[in-house]
């Protein structure tokens, strides 16, 4: 469980040994992602510092990180094959434009479209693509497959895998990590027991020199200040068309990849965070980052999770885990290249643990079918494509059963009981699904001359629905009979008033009381 109420005292202390995790995480993370996108390491190092640092202060969501991704990395790569890096540059200012220009206008509040089926399914898809990114440090250094063969939202492709003594130390190091983080906490939370298990790992690795990989084995992290640098691209329409799908792209991902990450540490912590400002935020931290040599990037789930369950819930974590990770790179690059892979992989393995939701399996046989359906089917998507594409998927499944099944709670009940006039009261929505069901419930020949129809427990919420109300107004005509409609509700009206003269029919102002009892059809 976590601890949601800390002094003042302990919450800085939290939020400076998580943030001190979390940079340590980072770390291959940003390399890995560096070189799926194409780029050099200190581009992918440079935007997780530059990406959680801005974000970290103007968020809207104190405690989640942010920094380069894979989600957003293999979108790149085909930029930066065809173009070149200073292509990706100039995207990644461009996407960030975008994406403020989400912020201002509000667009955050959608992510309350997101069902919760689709955010389980996300959920779980991501875990899997978490344990399958860490994967690759099983593979053989130096060896083809060995992390160019990998797909961070997908799978593992082609790795060279370890064998033997290699392997069975790899193996017990994360093993090792993994009881240290586990069990550490029943003893003491003086200190987090990622942090912990980080150092412990690597003091034996280094203690006993144990022949294992470290992080100096993937690349080397030493560089320094990022400077501003205009993108070297032409400044000409040709080249913002060349740009223009990817940042629109990249933004898309980015976004949605931050505002589901934003939900779930909101449930986690039992706090709400606010989506608008973090759009913005994240827009702030690309476009700043376009003009420092940084790949750009989003809400990191994985991290963020290993800020929370280390203790981090304040702003204070996420400036931590960037300037540390910017201390790194600055002057312990020797220090943090000597870290175990081993123990960051274990680490991770713990992400993954805590982020699946395990009661899904418990649930998915008493939930209703298409809600199963939906979850299984985002989980499946965000393994073998990205979170965006799945999200995207599960959301336009969920409404098109939405659809399907509120089509069919359309009801017709007719009453002949007044000599001249026949009446019918509706109940249900009529939209684009439900159209034909409406439709059909009348018929203008076997009524009598003056038809009421009686929408009091109804709405018609779309073109759609106006259209086929004009259609049996016609049908009425024809039959030489006079079709009233009443008790529509203000929004109704609103949409016949703007239609104007493209929908003719006949609105009574002073509804007739009802006729008879609303009974099941």
Known sequence: MFEFRITKVASVKNDLLSGLTVALALVPEAVAFAFVAGVEPLVGLYAAFMVGLIT???????????GATGALAVVMVTLVAQHGVEYLFAAVVLMGLIQICAGLLGLGKFIRMVPRPVMLGFVNGLAIVIFLAQLSQFGISGQPGWLSGTSFEGSVIDVAWMQGEALYIMLGLVALTMVIIHFLPRFTTAIPSSLAAIIIVSLLVIGFEIDTRVVGDVASISGGLPSFHIPSVPFTWETFMIILPYSVVLAAIGLIESMLTL??????????????????????????????????????IGQSMINVNSGGRGRLSGITAALCLLMFILFASSLIEQIPLAALVGVMFIVVLGTFEWS????????????????????????????????????????????WKHAKTVKIQRNDTIVGETHYLVNGPIFFSSTTE?????TPKEDAEEVFIDFAQSRVCDHSGLRVIESLTERYEKAGKTLHLQNLSQDCQALINQAGDQINVNVLKNPRSLLFLNESA
């Open 56 to 66: 970290a202060v103007f968020g809207g969501r104190p405690g989640m990180i942010s």
């Open 263 to 300: 939900r779930l540490v909101d449930e986690v912590t039992e706090t709400l965070g606010r989506g608008n400002r973090e759009n913005f935020a994240q827009g702030l931290a690309n476009t700043v980052t376009g003009f420092f040599g940084g790949m750009g990037g989003c809400a990191m």
């Open 360 to 403: 899904s399996f418990r649930i998915i046989r008493k939930i209703p079918a298409s809600d199963a359906f939906v979850l299984v089917l985002v989980s499946s998507v965000t393994v073998f494509t990205d979170l965006a594409f799945a999200v995207t998927v599960g959301v336009i499944v969920s409404a098109l059963v939405f659809a």
């Open 438 to 442: 409406f439709e059909q419930a009348f």
